[in-house]
RNA sequence: GGGCGGAUAGCUCAGUUGGGAGAGCACCGGCCUUACAAGCCGGGGGUCACAGGUUCAAGCCCUGUUCCGCCUACCA
């Protein structure tokens, strides 16, 4: 028989069991099988990621139920891959080419892309490899990649459907532009930052008279391209004001003032400067006053011609300027502190600048409607549920979304417009004439689409489609989707409104929403404040199984995940538990032999019956919470079961049994429910710790396959025993009790001491003497007497546990002035409970109203602790005696 | 502005047909007991944020208040 090392080294076994798993194939979804089938689409990582802590966590989760269906017999797919992520990908590129002195200007579109192929083949994706180290079990032969040729194929296929279906269109629109990345971004891609600034109060003089009207802004450079004055219909202030125009200084323009019930009159002055061209209400203010839209800056953020003198100037220099000239004519009336909010690139952090601009959009209404039914009806189940709300929100107030992207890594909008006749020319295949005019001089768009666009056909872009595939036949809609709250909107809900559109049915059945992983103090982790936590260091340091084991305990619905070292360090330790107790078991082998033993004829002890009536129990609880995505559930009870009744109570209640060389029998059976015990654990375990079990699985003698295409234990009702657990429970009191008399009373382990325990009861006397060695041994007593015999023990500590009476003579051990206080102690606690139930047993409405069982439940107890209360009395009047005799 | 979530032991948090207040860590005391000191045994510690209400019974359901997070929004 082989022994375990002292010791659970995962570094040694981890690299091992990720790669022979993957060489066996466990992995791998097969089209051709019978089984029923179980698929998830992994959240594709951006192709430059590096695994951080949301990887982790969600890809643990995913693992979990991969593996827990994968062990239940179903054909399951995790479909692996990674995102292009266009302008995040694009950025490490430049920056990249930066360091060689390149950028993509001089290299030119063609050789760009070309460059960022080559880092991908060279850097991209090492989050796959680092995925596989943390042991997720996707079906690695199937790995996709956003612009994998079949998937870019797809994504031509939905753009040119949704097009025809004119759900597509282009237009002037203003859209939020970062001046760095130099494209446009969504709405979902701009991040708001209260910002510290200015409001400035500006003094535009009326055309004709003397009078002026001050607005308030605080960007004051988008003056320049004013091209109205608003103010509230109902504001008395600017009644008469109405339809006169103002001079917008610098520009000396005449500019009307409108009246719009979006301004505000309690804000600023209640007058507002409106930009069309650069503010997305005054954009829709020009719409509805016909106003003159003029852009003022550039795609690089500077002035252009229309700024007049600022022209060229950056546009932050150009505020100051404006400033500084209307303080020079006296036309600043006042500036003022404020805070507002102000819109980032969430890829670059550069401060966003809203400008028309000629834009794809999706008209996503009629795409939303759908959507939004197939989580009312429950077609799609939302966990947890409380998520619901907020999709809903987002969904019924959903904008048209802006999926092109001045950028060039991604995939190019498949439309050509007609030099001749100017007419689009939308195709899957690259057209070679204007399908308008049939002229040969079209030119394609050179926008790319948003990432997002084609992670929104993920669950089916990846499995073939437009293809009829047996994948998409087999495991289409995925049966969940594991993801964080932070991209329900730029995800989930797209995926959900595409899948619908595309497939004619949802993508997923359930999406289970994580938390995010913060730190202790409960801070995002991020580069900036220096808090992340590296998972590939954690790994390194405590083993993949503490890692996702912790993450797993953690991981409570809709709560955040605070993550600490000491709590992984914690689960390691329990890693190494489970090893030692494995360990244990294999030194005390010797001699084993299966066949010995003829299953239904093993006489089994009343501990052996114990740990299987409670493991049973703890099959069917661990089971419902993995059903359930109660990942935390799952976790605490294996901890609680393995090493609190496993580890504490069985296997040191069997150690005599294991000794015994003489009853062979009695040996044999006990190494047969450990070895059963342990493997049932060890499968229970599995899919939270991959590798230890697995390692410890493959050292033991009656195990042949991996246990990652072991069955998944199932209960076995019969052997649930609720007598038998409340005998041991019993016996497991007693044993307490005396502990704790040892230990209040500094009794030393080494002590052996006497005891003596008394019921009335004969049948259970009997039975306890029967049991006689669990007390002896876990309890380090010599001699055990049960009586039904009450007898009079001098200088005794008592206890009392379900009508037992405990006595230990400690002569010359006990103080009897101690032992009163104790007993003081515990019939004060008694007191205590007895009390409230009384209360509730003397309230007539209780008895009346509350269902029977509760009252007799009640009744049953209070009697226990009368009759406890009783006893302890006596005890405590004893101990007074003896210190008066003393 | 709107929405969501949280407040339970020193810390981090579990706790759903409403009936037992719990875990891990930390702390205190005792142990190298032949699997494990990354361990074993024992112990202390809570007005379940506050105020009301429903109920025989509330950490849990309802109302309000305070404080803290997060999401979202078009007050320049």
Known sequence: MEVLEKGYEPAKVEDKWSSYWIS????????????????????????????????????????????????????VLWMPGTDHAGIATQNVVERHLAQKGLNRHTLGREKFIEEVWQWRREFGGIIIGQLEKLGASCDWSRERFTMDEELSRAVREVFVGLYHKDLIYRG???????????????????????????????????????????????????????TAVAVNPNDDRYKGLIGKTVVLPIMEREIP????????????????????????????????????????????GRMDENAGPYKNLDRFKCRKDIIEEFQKEGTLKKKERYSYNVGHCYRCKTIIEPTLSKQ????????????????????????????????????????????????????????????????????????????????????????????????????????????????????YPTSVLVTGFDILFFWVARMIMMGLEFMGDVPFQDVYIHALVRDMEGQKMSKSKGNVINPLVIIDKYGADAFRFTLAALAAQGRDVKLSEERISGYRNFANKIWNASRFLLMNMEGYDEKVLERDKIKYTLCDRWIISRLNKMID?????????????????????????????????????????????????????????????LCLLHPFMPFITEEIWSKLPNTKDSITVHQYPESDQRLIDEEVEAEMGLIMDIIGNIRNIRGEMNVPPSKLIESFLYCEDEKLCERLEGNGDYIKNLAMVKTLSVSSQKKRYKSAATAVVNGVEIFLPLKGIIDFYEEEKRLEKERNKIDKKLELINKKLSNEDFLRKAPPDIVEKQRGESIQLIEKKRKLGKGITRMKELQNDG
Not at 33 to 53: Q, R, Y
Not at 265 to 294: C, Q, W, Y
């Open 24 to 75: 066996k194939g466990y992995f791998h979804a097969d089209v051709e099988s019978s089984k029923k089938t179980f698929s998830i689409v992994i959240p594709p990582p951006n192709v430059t990621g590096s695994l951080h802590m949301g990887h982790a966590l969600n890809n643990t989760l995913q693992d979990i139920l991969a593996r827990f269906r994968r062990m239940n017999g179903f054909n």
């Open 172 to 226: 002037d629109y203003i859209i939020n532009w970062c001046p760095r990345c130099q494209t446009a971004l969504s709405d979902l891609e701009v991040d708001y930052e209260e910002t510290e600034g200015y409001l400035y109060y500006l003094i535009y003089p009326l055309s004709r008279g003397k009078k002026s009207v001050v607005v308030a802004t605080t960007r004051p450079e988008t003056m320049l391209g004013d």
């Open 257 to 300: 003032i409108i009246e719009d019930e979006y301004v505000d009159k309690s804000f600023g002055t209640g007058a507002v400067k409106v930009t069309p061209a650069h503010d997305v209400n005054d954009f829709e203010m020009g719409l509805r006053h016909d106003l003159k839209f003029i852009k003022i800056m550039d795609e690089k």
């Open 360 to 475: 794809w959009f999706i008209k996503i209404k009629p795409l939303a409607e759908p959507a939004i039914d197939a989580v009312k009806s429950g077609k799609i189940r939302i966990i947890p549920e409380s998520w619901e709300k907020t999709y809903f929100e987002w969904m019924n107030n959903i904008k048209d979304w802006c999926i092109s992207r001045q950028i060039w890594w991604g995939h190019r909008i498949p439309a050509w417009q007609c030099d001749e006749c100017g007419e689009i020319t939308v195709s899957v295949e690259n057209p070679t004439q204007c399908s308008a005019c049939q002229n040969t001089n079209i030119r394609q768009d050179t926008d790319v689409l948003d990432t997002w666009f084609s992670s929104a056909l993920w669950p089916f872009s990846t499995m073939g489609w437009p293809q009829k595939t047996k994948e998409l036949e087999l495991f």
């Open 621 to 681: 609880q661990i089971r419902e919470a993995l059903e359930n995505y109660k990942f935390n559930e799952g976790a605490h009870l294996l901890y609680q079961f393995i090493w609190h009744e496993f580890c504490d109570w069985y296997v040191e209640l069997v150690k005599p049994h294991l000794y015994q060389v003489k009853d062979v029998e009695l040996r044999s059976t006990t190494q047969c429910v450990l070895l059963e015990v342990l493997g049932t654990i």
